[in-house]
């Protein structure tokens, strides 16, 4: 299901009140494979329902370049939200997740392992003083958009992908 920011944090309090764990985790998701669907599948297994921010098309471009997203903010929410571990996503306009971060109120913050580790994270103050842990998960080697482009580029030079 797509939310916005107000009905994803009253779904996550619903959930809560229920006493069920929320899972929060966040990205652009640009193009989906299977590093994602694993570190998705991971990170729903920390809790009892997994809620995902999803950058906005501005935000991604200031975060990756002028070249991405390739594919548009609505489309990478809906197949987010076609993914059976996925419970839910909205799509963030900030560069950070804390914004949507404070108004879910995780009890688990997921990231992917390309961070050193909680302390690397910059939202990982605000996540502890609402009462939830930061967990990072491991990468599936060799898998990430980037390196996806990179060889696509390689293989099919000129062709502007």
């Not at 996503?89 to 404070?102: A, M, Q, W």
Request: proline share 6%; with cysteine.
């Amino acid at each position: 299901m797509i939310f916005s920011r107000d009905q994803m944090a009253a779904q996550a309090a619903a959930l809560r009140a229920g006493g069920r764990r929320v899972v929060f985790t966040n990205g652009v998701f640009d193009i989906l494979h299977v590093g994602h669907v694993r570190y998705l599948q991971a990170a729903r297994a920390l809790g009892d329902a997994l809620l995902v921010g999803v950058n906005a098309d501005d935000s991604v471009r200031r975060l990756k370049g002028p070249t991405r997203p390739l594919n548009p903010e609505d489309e990478r929410a809906e197949v987010l939200a076609a993914l059976a571990c996925v419970d839910g996503v909205c799509v963030f306009g900030e560069d950070t997740p804390e914004t949507l971060i404070r108004a879910v109120r995780p009890d688990v913050h997921a990231k992917g392992g390309d961070y050193a580790g909680p302390d690397a994270l910059p939202e990982t103050p605000l996540v502890r003083a609402l009462g939830g842990e930061v967990v990072i998960l491991p990468l599936t080697e060799g898998r990430s958009t980037t390196r996806l482009l990179e060889r696509i580029e390689r293989e099919a030079p000129g062709t502007g992908h």
